[in-house]
């Protein structure tokens, strides 16, 4: 069992469902963020990673957005997080770090490919327009692993998350993703008994997975996972952004007018992963359904709010 883990990118979404997570008495997991280095540079990141010692670490930090972040700052996505992935990966390395698990997404993946897609088709094919810096990116981190463990024997793999949600993510109105952002959009019509504008046609699908799930499969990929082929996280469920609204304006008890406003664009309009080998492997893994998962959510917001991230 790794005792000393380092949790890099502590104070987003899924850092924050560690922090919330139960481990043994013997683990220690140790909180990383910007205040600790900056991770796109090299030195600072060696340094940081040096004093803790680690004997493992769960590798979260990244420049992370939705549609609108990722398709107006393509360039901003591609440098921030090439330099913090291969600066991570090659101080773990010359560290000699037992084990290093990172995070890609659907978004990586080929925008066609065959549905529902397995970690071994991340480079079959180009990703879609509006993730091409953040994609192209975490794909390096992918290669870059896989390069470790063939000339290194480095213990490092990859976990795939598909549209994560829940407690202390990115609630911002332009840059957050569709579930923080539709549920800060919900509140704030709801507080002002307006109408609420949803981007797009509201058809694309999406498989919604709540955060202490991915951080509970993450843990368990830390102490069970060696395999070089990235492990879908995937809950294989598919809820349209429909049906994503209805959900959240139950929630609310909201009852004003939506308007799809297909001006915006739709992104993707559907990223299946394969479920099979994370339930072959991890049977009694239970997913946090789409009704729970908002609940929980929606609470923690109301709750925070307006202290939140945004
Ligand atoms: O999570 P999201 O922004 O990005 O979801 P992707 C976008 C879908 O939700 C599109 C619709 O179909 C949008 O039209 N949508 C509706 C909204 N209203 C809103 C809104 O207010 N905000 C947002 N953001 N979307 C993400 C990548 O792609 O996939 C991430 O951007 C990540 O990097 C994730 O990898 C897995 O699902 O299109």
Redesign the pocket.
Known sequence: MNKRIIITGSDGLIGSAFRRMKVPSNVEFTFLNRSHADLRSFTQTLECFKSFSPDAIIHLAAK???????SSQPGTFFHDNILINTNVLEAARQLKVKKLVSFL????FPNQTKFPMTGNQLHDGIP?E??FG?AHAKRMLEVQARAYRKEFGCSFVNVV????YGPNDNFN?KD????A??IH?IYLAKKNGQPLS???T?K?L?EFVFADDVAKITYWALENYDDEEPLMMSSGVESS?KDLVGVIADKFNFKEKIIWDDS?????LR?PSDDSKLKKLYPDMKFTNLAQGIEKTVAWFEEHYPNIRN
């Open positions: 992370v957005g939705g549609i609108g972040a990722n997404s659907t978004c990586v879609h509006s993730n953040y998350g598909t549209n994560l109105l957050g993703h569709a579930v952002s539709l959009k949803v981007w797009g509201g694309p999406r952004i915006k664009q739709d992104g993707q990223k």
